[in-house]
């Protein structure tokens, strides 16, 4: 079955610092890759997506993502979070079928110190 | 900037009732999904819905669940008799033909 593993489930960092958050899928054929961001009391917004092309896409708020196949990853980075970047974050994949159904993973939550 | 709306935003009920929850998708999307995230949970897949039939269904959408878009521009979740099992944060969710998902606030539903 498909399935997407996020390792950290809770990050805290001071403002500044850099982030990485890492994400695996386990499915072989083609998928589309996401990274959801929910705000504290806010529904889920899209920090970027890869659907083909550049495995290096970029998201809103300074958030870029890195699809490297062979590894079956799509991780997630900002070279300086901010405080604003608390949240919790979900990385999620679509793959295959004409649905469009996303597998989530376990979500991460980041806490950032000012 | 169109969005994804629900309602309610809390719901409680006790268990054994019906519960309908909302959901009213960006107009001119095609395809619609419920979702679920059970607290301290991840966010799991309930149903898609395209061309007012369901497209897939997971496990968790059994018997006890339906879905519904009674006049084009609702989308509702039905759940006929709640458990306390049931009790999430429910989201729904419109996309066009491609492209990313947009997600609703969710409803938050409690069962007692």
């Known amino acids: 079955a498909q399935s997407v593993s996020q390792h950290n489930h809770h990050v805290i960092l001071s403002e500044a610092a850099s982030l990485e958050l890492g994400c695996n899928y386990s499915?072989?054929?083609?998928?589309?890759l996401f990274w959801y961001v929910q705000y504290p009391g806010q529904h889920l917004q899209l920090l970027l997506k890869y659907f083909s092309g550049d495995p290096l896409v970029k998201g809103i708020k300074g958030f870029e993502a890195e699809f490297i196949k062979s590894k079956f990853s799509f991780n997630l980075r900002k070279p300086s979070v901010q405080w604003s970047d608390t949240a919790e974050y979900f990385c999620?994949?679509?793959?295959?079928?004409?649905?469009?159904?996303?597998?989530f993973g376990q979500g991460t939550t980041l806490q950032v110190k000012p | 900037e169109p969005e994804v709306t629900q309602t309610p935003s809390h719901q409680v009920t006790q268990m054994g009732q019906e519960v309908i929850l909302r959901c009213v998708p960006i107009?001119?999307?095609?395809?619609f999904y419920w979702y679920r995230q059970i607290l301290g949970q991840k966010v799991e897949f309930l149903v898609s819905f395209y061309n007012n039939e369901i497209s897939e269904k997971s496990e968790i959408f059994d018997d006890q669940f339906s879905v519904e878009r009674p006049d084009g521009s609702n989308f509702t979740l039905k759940i006929r008799s709640t458990k306390l099992e049931d009790s999430a944060m429910y989201f729904c969710?419109?996309?066009?033909?491609?492209?990313?998902?947009?997600f609703g606030p969710g409803t938050r539903l409690t069962v007692t």
């Open positions: 499915y072989g054929g083609t998928v589309n």
């Open positions: 107009s001119n999307h095609l395809y």
């Open positions: 969710a419109s996309k066009p033909r491609a492209y990313e998902q947009y």
């Open positions: 999620a994949v679509n793959a295959g079928g004409n649905t469009g159904k996303l597998i």
